[in-house]
Structure formats: structure tokens, C-alpha cells
């Protein structure tokens, strides 16, 4: 069974940036997209990033386009979010999560993935 643990997250001056690391063990990763969400203090889980199965492919909230990137390293079975210029409303809970089925592209629906990770909390002040 596969497990996520994501790491990297903390507290950043607004225009900082961090990367946030999503390591999985148990399992192979590289026939599965990964993506990542996000959960706030009285808000509903919501849509970051996600990288399709190959890597090649990925599709951001429209909150975060243009900052954010993720990127897949199937060899070292961890997916990466660089997050810059980072803003107040980015503090979060960011959660990784693996598809549901091999070969995806991507999905934003987070039905659509059924292992995640614990979570690592960004702060980012103002």
C-alpha cells in the first residue's frame, strides 16, 4: 500500500518562496498522476496543481498559475510544488494525493484521488 508524506512546509514572508516535497513509499508512482490541494482554516478543500502520469502535463488553479509549478521525479518516486511569490491567502494545509487509476491526466476532483498524505502546513505573512 502506498504512503505520501509531504514535507517543506512553513512560515515565508509574502513574496517568499518554498518548495514542497510529496514522497511516496510502498508503491511506484510513475504510472499515476499526482496532485496537489489545499485546505484553509474554515475552508473547503481546494484545487492547487496537478501532473499528469508521464510528467509532461500539468494544469494549475487559476489562483496560482504562473507561481506555482509541480514536477514528477519518477525516479526518486516524489512529486515537488515550487511555490513563489507567495501570498497571505496561500497559508494552507497543501496535501498531496495519488490518482485512483493508472494514467491519468490530471483530474482537479479530488474524488478522483484516493491516497493522500498527511498534509504540511505553509504560513505566509503579510
Known amino acids: 500500500q502506498v504512503q505520501l508524506e509531504e514535507s517543506g512546509g512553513e512560515w515565508v514572508q509574502t513574496g517568499g518562496s518554498l518548495r514542497l516535497s510529496c514522497a511516496a513509499s510502498?508503491?511506484?508512482?510513475?504510472?499515476?498522476?499526482v496532485a496537489w490541494f489545499r485546505q484553509a482554516p474554515g475552508k473547503e478543500r481546494e484545487f492547487v496543481t496537478a501532473?499528469?502520469?508521464?510528467?509532461?502535463?500539468?494544469n494549475y488553479a487559476d489562483s496560482n498559475e504562473g507561481r506555482f509549478t509541480i514536477s514528477k521525479d519518477n525516479e526518486k518516486n516524489t512529486v515537488y510544488l515550487q511555490m513563489n511569490n507567495l501570498k497571505p491567502d496561500d497559508t494552507a494545509v497543501y496535501y498531496c494525493?495519488?490518482?485512483?487509476?493508472?494514467?491519468?491526466?490530471?483530474?482537479?476532483?479530488?474524488?478522483?484521488?484516493?491516497?493522500w498524505g498527511q498534509g504540511t502546513q505553509v504560513t505566509v505573512s503579510s
Open positions: 494525493a495519488i490518482a485512483r487509476w493508472p494514467h491519468g491526466v490530471g483530474d482537479r476532483r479530488p474524488s478522483q484521488y484516493d491516497t
Open positions: 510502498g508503491r511506484s508512482i510513475t504510472q499515476y498522476a
Open positions: 501532473i499528469n502520469w508521464r510528467g509532461h502535463t500539468a
